[in-house]
């Protein structure tokens, strides 16, 4: 058993994890990190946000090649390496978790590999591969994030049951795979196997795909898709059946087909529950509701005054940037700066094909809020852009506040969204009004005109559109 004293413990090595470690070792924190993980970066870099994307890019290749047979440029069918393919991907992974053990250790910020759990409002017992650590500590920020949601009726412990963490391994493309859950994680996983090769079925319980997005951003996707994906709204699952040939699953609802159908694989994807309950919080005097998320005051600290929680173990949305952001006004918090957590908007980005991106309030949101808001829409069809990338299916959409004209949210669906917007997060950050994004000169051709032409088509100064 060896003894570690440190200022500062921060258990989970994720987004958040590691932003607070970085950032209060900078503020001159003495700070040791804990993770089950031998490699920092927890779930987003390992096995979320950054192997998703590297998949996400070859998916979108073989896509791009295939389309463009309509502009004249024929490829031959993509020949797919599956090792090669995870290679890649693990590549990428390695790439990133190597640069932040390079950050940690270049600001002498300690990492103890094990399972963390408070044995008091001061002590942390860690038991990892090299034995039993006890860190002792004036100060512990709780980063410990979420693991995906099981299903009771499901063969969870059956192979050909997968979650996003299973879908990331590629140990095969199925021939025919069912994604449980139309929201993010899920489409964008479909995305990728879809590409290379699998027939995908979708089941959502709600009337729409993404269930956070606006309706009217949503149908443009959902008008994409619909010969890419079987999908299948207002409908649930109520048995999954393993059979040697295959997993036989029964629907109920609005589109559920009569007889129980047949998949090589399924992909659950109902969303992540919190960590908060596995850390032993309650011995440092932690609430953690029955969920097992924490709750904490705006400047990240719990009802225990040394102890902070930060990231998807504090609350929805569960993102990375939104855990990178906390995990900063924790450490500064803790370094004597009066600092708060307090944005006006966090983005969505569902990275799928196209994109669907939304920031601020969303027109529903608006509506159950009783906010007075206009909204203007400016469609990809008029993007010259768009119309030159053969990908006119886009659309942006501005909301304003009614009384100020001030941007209050945005919403994009199209090729490149999530890059986009930024530029409308930024506008709702600074108080800009339909004037200011209408009067800012936005480079042409490029899609992000249509951010401008949007607050333009508000302001009444385009009143047809080319
Ligand atoms: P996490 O990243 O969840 O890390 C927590 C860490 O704590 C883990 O490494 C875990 O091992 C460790 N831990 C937990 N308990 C203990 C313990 N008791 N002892 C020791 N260690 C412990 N978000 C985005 O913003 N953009 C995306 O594109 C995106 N894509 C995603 C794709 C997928 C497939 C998934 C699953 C998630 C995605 N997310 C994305 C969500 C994002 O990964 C999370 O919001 C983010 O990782 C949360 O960060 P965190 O710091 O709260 O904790």
Not at 8 to 36: H, K
Not at 268 to 276: E, I, L, M, S, T
Not at 357 to 383: C, D, R
Request: overall charge negative.
């Amino acid at each position: 058993m060896s003894e570690i004293k440190t200022q500062l413990v921060v258990l989970g090595a994720g987004p958040g994890g590691y932003s607070a470690a970085f950032r209060a070792a900078d503020l001159g924190i003495e700070t040791v990190i804990v993770d089950a993980r031998e490699t920092l970066g927890g779930v987003c870099l390992n096995v979320g946000c950054i192997p998703s994307k590297a998949l996400l890019h070859v998916a979108k290749v073989i896509d791009d090649a295939k389309e463009m047979a309509a502009h004249g440029v024929t490829f031959g069918e993509p020949k797919i390496d599956l090792d090669k393919v995870r290679s890649w991907k693990d590549s990428v992974v390695g790439q990133l978790t190597k640069g932040l053990a390079g950050m940690s250790k270049m600001r002498k910020v300690k990492h103890v590999q094990g399972y963390g759990k408070f044995t008091g409002s001061n002590t942390l017992e860690v038991e990892g591969k090299d034995g039993k650590t006890t860190i002792t500590f004036d100060n512990a920020i709780i980063a410990a994030g979420s693991e995906p949601v099981t299903l009771p009726f499901i063969p969870h412990d059956d192979p050909r049951v997968i979650d996003s963490t299973g879908a990331l391994e590629m140990q095969d493309v199925p021939e025919k795979m069912l994604v449980l859950g139309g929201g993010i994680i899920g489409l964008e996983m479909g995305t990728v196997y879809r590409a290379l090769g699998s027939q995908i079925d979708v089941v959502e319980f709600l009337d729409q795909l993404i269930p956070a997005a606006d309706k009217d951003v949503i149908k443009i996707y959902q008008k994409y898709v619909k010969d890419k994906f079987n999908v299948m709204l207002e409908t649930k699952v109520t048995a999954v059946e393993a059979k040697k040939d295959g997993l036989y699953v029964t629907f109920e609802g609005k589109q559920a087909p009569a007889e129980p159908v047949k998949y090589d694989k399924v992909l659950v994807a109902v969303g992540r529950r919190p960590n908060g309950a596995l850390v032993a919080a309650d011995k440092a005097g932690v609430n953690v509701d029955e969920r097992g998320f924490i709750s904490v005051d705006k400047q990240m600290r719990t009802n225990v005054s040394n102890i902070y929680a930060i990231g998807d173990l504090v609350g929805q949305p569960m993102l990375a940037h939104k855990a990178v952001h906390e995990g900063h006004v924790a450490a500064e918090v803790i370094a004597g700066k009066k600092h708060y957590f307090d944005p006006k908007c966090i983005p969505s980005v569902a990275y799928t094909d196209p994109e669907v991106a939304w920031v601020g309030v969303t027109e529903k949101e608006a509506k159950e809020q009783g906010i007075k808001y206009e909204s203007a829409t400016f469609p990809w069809a008029a993007s010259g852009r768009a119309i030159a990338s053969g990908r006119t299916e886009g659309m942006t959409k501005m909301i304003f506040d009614k009384d100020t004209n001030r941007v209050i949210g945005g919403a994009i669906v199209g090729i490149n969204a999530g890059e986009m917007l930024g530029e409308i997060g930024l506008a709702i950050e600074m108080g800009a009004d339909a004037e200011d994004v209408a009067l800012t000169i936005h480079a042409h051709p490029t899609l992000n005109e249509s951010i401008g032409l949007a607050s333009e088509i508000f302001e009444g100064s385009i009143t047809d559109l080319p």
